[in-house]
């Protein structure tokens, strides 16, 4: 799905993070942090409330300006117009219009990002388990159901990098699992997540990196 | 795996704002009963003499409209920035301000135009001749676009604050002077049967201007606030 990049060493890790470090106010949020993200590979962030995890997705998303150190995407410094399609990001924020149905909600992501090979909207609907809530509000689903629409994305729209800020906050059982089947075949058609959470997380293609966040 | 095209993308943005629009559509109607009370108001305060009435009506159908626009203005990207739907959007592969010309241009059909349908009504009340209405919906045509221009640079900037409503009227309005006296201009002169065309070009031209420019400012005005 990714277009190949030409002259780029093929054991460059995707996402390369150097020293990254961040001052808000003066005050450090969190400390130097190095990690190495290739391909196929999961990182799971950890760390206690406030210790800026949510900083770093945002960082690496591109929202927050970086501070200090260096971030290398494919082997070169990151540009954001080279990768900015290549990375999908899921905040706490999910996105999503109250007043607008599912439906119109994604089809306004798939306008802007585009759309994978063989799937709809409708299908993905349907695989989140959200059939039948085509023409709903937002505003009148619960909690779960909206974020389930939120991780439709994921299914949708064509991205290497996930960036997953507490994908399993507000989900049941059978949609914690869903998030894990969506993170495995991600990964083994070669793309790479990185994952807040506090340990919903059961991963069956071996042990993910952690990146363990301190100030 | 390419990006969709600009045309497509633009056209998916003003959709789903247009769609937003028409589900609140009692918001739609809320400018436009304003801006009918407040030039019924006129008459009232000022007493219903003809050459009086007709000699303000143009200057208080713009200010009306002006202010009309300046109700609505406020929700403009407030709810895309708490719902986090700008977000995504900065994080799309398109050009921000692109993005956000669409954005401006939903504002404007959703709230500028039923205001520039109604201003000949609204004139008419005030009895301004019929053979200026023409020049009048002319000079709104092309000043209300540079009010949301403005409005949503100033939108953006003020978007972290609290209470925006106010700052961002006090902020506006100065900056709407040179817009008001070239589209008033326009009208007296059409009134008095002088060429009115000088001021419309001015206004086109700074239209242009801030069409240009306007985007850019609006984008790195939400950047900046998202970057907090």
Same mark, same amino acid.
């Not at chain 2, 009208?187 to 001021?199: D, E, N, R, T, Y």
């Not at chain 2, 700074?206 to 984008?219: E, K, R």
């Given at each position: 799905?990714?277009?190949?990049?030409?002259?780029?060493?093929? /054991?460059?890790?995707?996402?390369?993070?150097?020293?990254?470090?961040?001052?808000?106010?003066?005050?450090?949020?969190?400390?130097?942090?190095?990690?190495?993200?290739?391909?196929?590979?999961?990182?799971?962030?950890?760390?206690?409330?406030?210790?800026?995890?949510?900083?770093?997705?945002?960082?690496?998303?591109?929202?927050?300006?970086?501070?200090?150190?260096?971030?290398?995407?494919?082997?070169?410094?990151?540009?954001?117009?080279?990768?900015?399609?290549?990375?999908?990001?899921?905040?706490?924020?999910?996105?999503?219009?109250?007043?607008?149905?599912?439906?119109? /909600?994604?089809?306004?992501?798939?306008?802007?990002?585009?759309?994978?090979?063989?799937?709809?909207?409708?299908?993905?609907? /349907?695989?989140?388990?959200?059939?039948?809530?085509?023409?709903?509000?937002?505003?009148?689903?619960?909690?779960?159901?909206?974020?389930?629409?939120?991780?439709?994305?994921?299914?949708?729209?064509?991205?290497?990098?996930?960036?997953?800020?507490?994908?399993?906050?507000?989900?049941?059982?059978?949609?914690?699992?869903?998030? /894990?089947?969506?993170?495995?075949?991600?990964?083994?058609?070669?793309?790479?997540?990185?994952?807040?959470?506090?340990?919903?997380?059961?991963?069956?293609?071996?042990?993910?990196?952690?990146?363990?966040?301190?100030? | 795996?390419?990006?969709?095209?600009?045309?497509?993308?633009?056209?998916?943005?003003?959709?789903?704002?247009?769609?937003?629009?028409?589900?609140?559509?009692?918001?739609?109607?809320?400018?436009?009963?304003?801006?009918?009370?407040?030039?019924?108001?006129?008459?009232?305060?000022?007493?219903?003499?003809?050459?009086?009435?007709?000699?303000?009506?143009?200057?208080?159908?713009?200010?009306?409209?002006?202010?009309?626009?300046?109700?609505?203005?406020?929700?403009?990207?407030?709810?895309?920035?708490?719902?986090?739907?700008?977000?995504?959007?900065?994080?799309?592969?398109?050009?921000?301000?692109?993005?956000?010309?669409?954005?401006?241009? *939903?504002?404007?059909?959703?709230?500028?135009?039923?205001?520039?349908?109604?201003?000949?009504?609204? *004139?008419?009340?005030?009895?301004?001749?019929?053979?200026?209405?023409?020049?009048?919906?002319?000079?709104?045509?092309?000043?209300?676009?540079?009010?949301?221009?403005?409005?949503?640079?100033?939108?953006?900037?003020?978007?972290?604050?609290?209470?925006?409503?106010?700052?961002? *009227?006090?902020?506006?309005?100065?900056?709407?002077?040179?817009?008001?006296?070239?589209?008033?201009?326009?009208?007296?002169?059409?009134?008095?049967?002088?060429?009115?065309? *000088?001021?419309?070009?001015?206004?086109?031209?700074?239209?242009?201007?801030?069409?240009?420019?306007?985007?850019?400012?609006?984008?790195?005005?939400?950047?900046?606030?998202?970057?907090?």
């Amino acid at each position: 799905m990714t277009t190949a990049r030409t002259a780029v060493p093929t /054991n460059a890790p995707l996402l390369e993070a150097r020293a990254l470090s961040f001052h808000r106010r003066d005050e450090p949020v969190f400390g130097s942090l190095n990690f190495r993200l290739h391909t196929g590979e999961l990182a799971l962030i950890e760390g206690d409330n406030g210790s800026g995890k949510t900083t770093l997705m945002r960082i690496l998303a591109g929202l927050l300006h970086l501070d200090e150190g260096e971030l290398l995407w494919r082997g070169q410094r990151l540009q954001r117009d080279q990768c900015i399609g290549d990375i999908l990001f899921l905040g706490h924020q999910l996105g999503l219009k109250a007043d607008l149905t599912p439906l119109e /909600n994604l089809r306004l992501a798939v306008g802007l990002h585009g759309c994978r090979e063989h799937v709809t909207v409708a299908s993905v609907l /349907n695989e989140i388990g959200l059939g039948g809530y085509e023409d709903e509000p937002v505003r009148q689903l619960s909690a779960g159901q909206k974020k389930r629409v939120a991780l439709a994305r994921l299914l949708l729209l064509p991205a290497t990098l996930w960036l997953l800020d507490e994908p399993y906050a507000n989900l049941d059982r059978t949609g914690i699992a869903l998030v /894990n089947r969506l993170l495995e075949e991600h990964l083994v058609r070669g793309g790479a997540a990185l994952v807040t959470s506090h340990g919903a997380v059961s991963f069956h293609g071996g042990e993910p990196q952690r990146i363990r966040m301190s100030a | 795996m390419n990006p969709p095209g600009l045309v497509g993308a633009c056209t998916a943005m003003l959709r789903r704002d247009l769609t937003l629009a028409w589900r609140r559509r009692g918001d739609i109607a809320m400018p436009v009963l304003y801006a009918l009370i407040v030039t019924m108001l006129f008459p009232f305060a000022l007493g219903p003499e003809d050459t009086l009435l007709q000699r303000i009506a143009g200057g208080v159908v713009l200010v009306t409209v002006l202010l009309a626009m300046l109700l609505a203005l406020d929700a403009m990207f407030s709810s895309d920035i708490e719902d986090g739907s700008l977000e995504q959007l900065v994080l799309a592969p398109q050009p921000l301000a692109l993005m956000l010309v669409m954005k401006i241009l *939903a504002h404007w059909l959703t709230t500028a135009l039923p205001l520039i349908v109604i201003a000949p009504l609204l *004139a008419g009340m005030l009895h301004l001749p019929v053979q200026v209405m023409p020049v009048l919906v002319l000079a709104l045509v092309l000043s209300t676009p540079m009010l949301s221009l403005l409005g949503a640079i100033l939108v953006a900037l003020t978007a972290g604050t609290r209470r925006s409503g106010m700052l961002l *009227a006090l902020m506006l309005l100065p900056l709407c002077v040179p817009v008001v006296i070239f589209a008033a201009g326009a009208v007296a002169a059409a009134q008095q049967g002088l060429p009115w065309l *000088a001021p419309v070009a001015w206004l086109g031209a700074a239209l242009v201007l801030l069409l240009v420019l306007a985007p850019l400012a609006c984008a790195a005005a939400l950047r900046i606030a998202l970057d907090a």
